[in-house]
């Protein structure tokens, strides 16, 4: 059973920036794809951004061009840098391992095998 483990949300303003980590308690994500999702309140569970096991990316249209998730395969973390931060990227953030080597956000939650706990993001204006 991998566990992931997500950090670093909080408070920030309009316009500001934050990064998560994702901690995987093995080595995962040299081998598997990892994701990061959103739910704001209220809202479904949306599909943010992607890494595959080779370095490729995948990121939803909403957040391409403001947000990079990247990797540290030797500490077992993924990381998403997020900027220009807007309230409506409210949400608490959640890292999931893909099944297998790729996930692209049109994948779906049958490509997902395991979810962290999520972490609060909050972006006051």
Sequence with gaps: QV????????LVQAGGSL???????????????????RQAPGKEREF????????GTDYADSTKSRF???????????YLQMGSLKPEDTAVYYCAAAR????????????????????????SS
């Design 3 to 10: 566990q992931l483990v997500e950090s670093g949300g909080g």
């Design 19 to 37: 990064r998560l980590s994702c901690a995987a308690s093995e080595h995962t994500f040299s081998n598997n794809a990892v994701a990061w999702f």
């Design 48 to 55: 943010v951004a992607a890494i595959n096991w080779n370095g």
């Design 68 to 78: 990079t998730i990247s990797r540290d395969i030797a500490k077992n973390t993924v």
């Design 100 to 123: 297998g080597p790729y996930y692209s956000g049109s994948t779906g939650d049958y490509g997902i095998n395991y979810w962290g706990k999520g972490t609060l993001v909050t972006v």
